[in-house]
């Protein structure tokens, strides 16, 4: 069969997984990743299969990198590598190398998924149904808290995708309305309650007037047009917070305590855990996310990740007993690195704006944290040199 690869690890490819799994052998996978096999783009593999079933797989995995070869069959057997049913377990089927399916194998073993780790408490971000109206820059909030003081009640910081980055957040004065369902009845009644916010919010109600018509048809509004879409938890954007992208090419979670609002390319984890922003932003983490992930073009070449919750909340996270003295220094140390990061990485923010020389020194040592935290990852969940070197290769 010739058909496309995204069924291998999206949630809606599931059953079908796990139907060859039961009724077939698989025989061998030739996956082409975005390489152009065609005019559109199709993400193309060659899925060979037996109608027979077994309760051993054992298959050939070929990633072909490149369309240039001259024999299709002599390329699959210079790249493909033989997996066993180990790749092919949970939820998704990571297909990898022996040596480094046996690394998540041991994180799997050592950690708890991070769905359970964070009781289920991670959020996507607001959707406003029309940010032209709702999201703002400096010089419009500017103006609108001078032409009416009140107005700042109603405004809040906000922050998209390609703002968050590793270990920081680049700001760029975005500012979101938030006036969320629920909150004109609450705060007018219901007689009237655009002529109680023209009174009580003019500057407010005179800047979203104009888009009245386009906001009315929104399927997500909230009790009125000038409402946003009902949320249970508007209020863990104003706690510190964990924030990540949807898509990525590089590990990119960021630590917020400026109550920052985000939009909805962005997942939020509202806890103050810099142990665990350690551990999300590590190598080893990051070598686990492309191989559960679906991915848009190739993961092992900066393909983007597509780190929805589905995939996430299999990420295992090592749980500490603080109970055991060296568990729990190891905890500390990672958080005393994580803060000095933070705190170079605003540094560094700060010299870039100035284009100060301080930049080089601080970039310098921002990449020797990096190592620092990534080894001490890889001894929380006992990886052996050799194991290191599969993850740094």
């Given at each position: 069969m010739i058909v496309s690869n995204k069924w291998m690890r999206s949630n809606y490819g599931k059953a079908l997984r796990e139907f060859l799994m039961r009724e077939s052998t698989l025989v061998e996978i030739v996956d082409f990743g975005e390489l152009p096999v065609f005019d559109a783009a199709t993400f193309p593999a060659i899925i060979i299969t037996r109608r027979q079933p077994t309760k051993k797989q054992h298959l050939l995995y070929a990633p072909i990198k490149r369309l240039d070869f001259i024999s299709l069959p002599d390329e699959v057997q210079a790249v493909g590598t033989m997996l066993d049913g180990s790749s092919l377990q949970g939820e998704n089927w990571a297909l990898t190398s022996d040596k480094e399916q046996s690394v998540l194998e041991k994180m799997r073993q050592a950690g708890v998924p991070l769905g359970g780790y964070t009781n289920n408490e991670v959020y996507y971000g607001i959707k406003t149904g029309l940010d032209k109206a709702f999201v703002i820059d400096r010089s419009t909030r500017d103006m609108l808290i001078a032409k009416d003081s009140k107005s700042a009640e109603l405004i809040k910081p906000y922050v998209i995708g390609d703002d968050v980055r590793h270990y920081h957040i680049n700001f760029r004065e975005r500012y979101i309305i938030l006036i969320p369902k629920g909150w004109t009845r609450e705060m007018a009644g219901i007689v009237e309650p655009w002529k109680w916010l023209e009174k009580n919010y003019s500057a407010i109600a005179n800047h979203l007037r104009p888009y009245m018509d386009l906001a009315n048809k929104r399927s997500d509004q909230g009790d009125y047009w000038w409402e946003l879409r009902a949320c249970s938890y508007y209020d863990a954007f104003e706690k510190p917070k964990?924030?990540?992208?949807?898509?990525?090419?590089?590990?990119?979670?960021?630590?917020?305590?400026?109550?920052?609002?985000?939009?909805?390319?962005?997942?939020?984890?509202?806890?103050?855990?810099?142990?665990?922003?350690?551990?999300?932003?590590?190598?080893?983490?990051?070598?686990?996310?492309?191989?559960?992930?679906?991915?848009?073009?190739?993961?092992?070449?900066?393909?983007?990740?597509?780190?929805?919750?589905?995939?996430?909340?299999?990420?295992?996270?090592?749980?500490?007993?603080?109970?055991?003295?060296?568990?729990?220094?190891?905890?500390?140390?990672?958080?005393?690195?994580?803060?000095?990061?933070?705190?170079?990485?605003?540094?560094?923010?700060?010299?870039?704006?100035?284009?100060?020389?301080?930049?080089?020194?601080?970039?310098?040592?921002?990449?020797?944290?990096?190592?620092?935290?990534?080894?001490?990852?890889?001894?929380?969940?006992?990886?052996?040199?050799?194991?290191?070197?599969?993850?740094?290769?």
């Open positions: 964990i924030v990540y992208p949807e898509i990525a090419m590089e590990s990119r979670f960021a630590f917020d305590d400026e109550k920052r609002y985000c939009n909805k390319t962005l997942f939020i984890i509202p806890r103050k855990d810099l142990y665990l922003l350690g551990v999300l932003n590590s190598k080893l983490t990051w070598i686990f996310l492309k191989r559960t992930c679906s991915v848009l073009g190739d993961a092992d070449k900066r393909g983007r990740l597509l780190m929805q919750y589905i995939y996430l909340k299999q990420l295992p996270i090592r749980r500490i007993d603080f109970a055991v003295p060296a568990e729990k220094a190891a905890h500390d140390e990672i958080v005393k690195l994580v803060e000095e990061m933070l705190s170079l990485q605003k540094q560094h923010q700060q010299a870039e704006a100035a284009k100060e020389d301080a930049r080089h020194p601080l970039q310098r040592r921002i990449e020797t944290l990096d190592k620092e935290i990534d080894a001490r990852v890889y001894a929380l969940y006992g990886l052996t040199e050799e194991e290191i070197k599969i993850v740094e290769g």
